[in-house]
């Protein structure tokens, strides 16, 4: 398919740059002004280049060998999970997200009433009930573009209580900006409409109505919806403030707008509201999923679904989409940057110039690798343009996986996770041991190059970067609001330990990794897609110390070997050559693993330690009664309906 190449030249450049910013002393910046969050989406734990794997990842192992690599940093087993762990910095069971990932109609995800990062690093700790809808009244005069849904029996009209406008309907008028300018004309027009080929002229009186037979079953009022962002009013810049932009992988909600990123603190968001999808068509099936958000709430008809960008690859539209955003930011205002790449989850595509070079590694391994090195290019592109524009020498990065490499729970890619054991979906320490680094230029010298081996989860990435970029006493307030709000952090603030104190651990000593109360996707009650294909059960796990215990089945039925898929390590594939395990495991199984002397997990010390198996149990227990129920929240499952073939919130 036709693709978009980017400038060879300009990696060089970028990673000459990124050099010269790292060893010519730089200012100590104990605050780094910006902040650049980068998601990889199921890289393993030995896929980077400075684990030892093949892969060139050259600049992604600058910044890692010159930064600090979190060597024992914990995510959850899969997106969903990791990804609202990361935006919220609580448990997933204080929301009910314990149990799998979205999928398409699912009408649930992060809670409403949760606050994410991008309003946490503004001082946001409760959001009200104004904030939660997708259409607060100040769209009262909104703009509205309505569309027939292709998959469902679907009206939208207006109720204008005998109302209106003499010449409310003007055929053919399809413009957007014509139809406002009519609009203008009339006094006591305030809400205009293009419906298909008219554009039509409604007064304060016209209430909205939108009957849909695959969601409400009848009519039901809607509020209209947010204007084009070009019809905006913008208030003058506040220096200091944040920017807070979005790229990429949302996947934490999307049946509302109100669970989009421009309604929870982001400022503007391109990216794919799903899980998977291609990475040239940008669909699922025939479904587009790919949109654009320019500006904070903007939602139905403002939101516009970018089939022009079919064709162009995501790794690319991503890192342009970056660029551009640090290209046109004003300097005066801090920046938060979370780039969510699509790469290297499956479907196994990658331009083929970026395969070529490794046609020394398994096939099953040589694509994989390729779509791993224009990631790694797309990073260099980034720091590049933050070099250009003057903010580099004040970022602060951090970057982070979603989950292990998947081994055949989500679609086996030729990642790699060992020697550890399992891989995406499972609670193995393939699963759930997750690659990270930190990098700024501002860190001391004896803290570059730090293995940094203290315990830390996805949870305490929020609260480390609120005080690494605002300070303690900023974090200590805001954890202070979530407090009076209801809503206890997890989370810990992790950068002293990071990038002070180089003796220090820092304050974590335990880790609620895995407490799921559904098997599998044969359990009638499941509400997501999980771990495992098999029949799997129930499973809990948590980390204190050194100690880790599972109970139940961790990998779901089958997840449960080491995995390997060409060198460096021993041997290939996972059919004839895997490296199986003959355990197999109940809703009762309880495993002990001592993860510092034993980190691959093979052997269990459950019976010779019945104490300490005791007491962790205990622990999860208590964990456990708190949870919210991880049955959907937000609604009952829906076929989601597809206006024009394209994924759309669709409960308004």
């Not at 002004?33 to 199921?42: F, N, S, T």
């Not at 398409?104 to 992060?110: H, K, R």
């Not at 999980?530 to 129930?538: S, V």
Request: aromatic share 10%; glycine share 10%.
């Amino acid at each position: 398919m036709p693709d978009t190449m980017l400038c060879p030249s300009l990696l060089v450049v970028a990673f000459t740059a990124v050099v010269h910013s790292a060893h010519d002393g730089g200012a100590t910046a104990p605050n780094p002004r910006h902040v650049l969050l980068i998601v990889a989406d199921d890289l393993g734990h030995a896929d980077l280049g400075y684990t030892g794997s093949l892969i060139n990842t050259s600049h992604l192992d600058f910044l890692a060998t010159n930064g600090v690599i979190l060597t024992n940093y914990y995510v959850q087993r899969a997106c969903s999970p990791t990804r609202a762990a990361l935006l919220t910095g609580r448990y997933n069971i204080r929301y009910g997200m314990q149990s799998g990932v979205l999928e398409s109609g699912q009408a649930w995800g992060v809670n409403l009433d949760e606050t994410m990062l991008p309003e946490a690093l503004r001082g946001v700790t409760k959001r009200s009930k104004l904030e939660q809808q997708s259409s607060p009244p100040e769209h009262a005069t909104a703009t509205m573009q309505s569309t027939t849904n292709l998959n469902c029996s679907s009206q939208t009209g207006w109720d204008c209580h005998g109302g209106g406008l003499p010449d409310n309907r003007y055929a053919g008028v399809t413009d957007l900006q014509q139809c406002c300018d009519l609009c203008h004309k009339h006094e006591n027009c305030t809400v205009w409409t293009v419906f298909h080929t008219d554009c039509f002229l409604k007064t304060s009186a016209c209430i909205p109505i939108h009957t849909d037979n695959c969601t409400t079953g009848g009519i039901a009022p809607v509020p209209p919806p947010s204007r084009p962002c070009s019809e905006r009013s913008t208030s003058g810049v506040v220096p200091d403030s944040w920017a807070t932009h979005a790229v990429g992988k949302w996947h934490v909600g999307f049946w509302k707008w109100a669970a989009t990123a421009v309604f929870r603190g982001f400022d503007s968001w391109l990216g794919y509201l799903s899980g998977s999808e291609d990475y040239y068509t940008h669909a699922d099936g025939d479904i587009l999923d790919f949109r654009s958000m320019d500006c904070p709430k903007c939602g139905d008809n403002c939101s516009v679904p970018r089939w022009d960008l079919q064709g162009q690859y995501s790794t690319h539209i991503f890192t342009k989409r970056a660029a551009d955003i640090i290209e046109a930011h004003n300097t005066t205002q801090r920046l938060f940057l979370y780039l969510a790449y699509q790469a290297v989850h499956c479907p196994a595509e990658v331009p083929v110039s970026y395969s070529v070079p490794y046609g020394f590694l398994p096939e099953g391994r040589r694509t994989f690798a390729g779509m791993l090195s224009c990631l790694d290019e797309g990073v260099a592109n980034v720091t590049h343009a933050l070099r250009t524009r003057g903010l580099w020498d004040d970022t602060l990065v951090f970057f982070t996986t979603d989950n292990g490499a998947p081994v055949l729970c989500g679609g086996t890619q030729g990642g790699h996770n060992y020697p550890l054991r399992g891989g995406k979906c499972t609670a193995w320490e393939g699963g759930l041991r997750g690659t990270a680094f930190v990098y700024s230029a501002g860190l001391a010298p004896h803290v570059r190059g730090r293995r940094y081996a203290g315990l830390m989860h996805v949870s305490d990435v929020l609260p480390t970067l609120l005080s690494a970029s605002m300070g303690r006493a900023f974090l200590r307030t805001y954890a202070a609001g979530l407090d009076a709000a209801g809503r206890r952090l997890d989370g810990m603030d992790m950068w002293e330990a990071i990038a002070g104190n180089a003796t220090t651990l820092g304050p974590r000593t335990e880790v609620l990794l895995e407490a799921d109360p559904y098997s599998s996707p044969l359990d009638p009650g499941f509400p997501g897609d999980q771990h495992g294909a098999g029949p799997g059960t129930p499973y809990y796990a948590l980390r204190r110390g050194k100690w880790k215990v599972m109970l139940g089945d961790p990998g779901g039925g089958q997840n449960d070997g080491w995995y390997c898929s060409g060198p460096p390590c021993p041997y290939v594939g996972w059919s004839s050559d895997w490296n199986a395990t003959s355990d197999r495991f109940t809703a009762t199984s309880v495993q002990l693993y001592d993860v510092e002397a034993d980190p691959t997990e093979h052997h269990n010390v459950a019976m010779q330690n019945p104490a300490i198996v005791k007491e962790l149990l205990a622990a999860i227990r208590a964990y456990n009664a708190s949870a919210v129920s991880s049955a959907p929240q937000g609604g009952p499952r829906s076929n989601a309906c597809h206006p024009d073939n394209v994924l759309t919130p669709w409960m308004g």
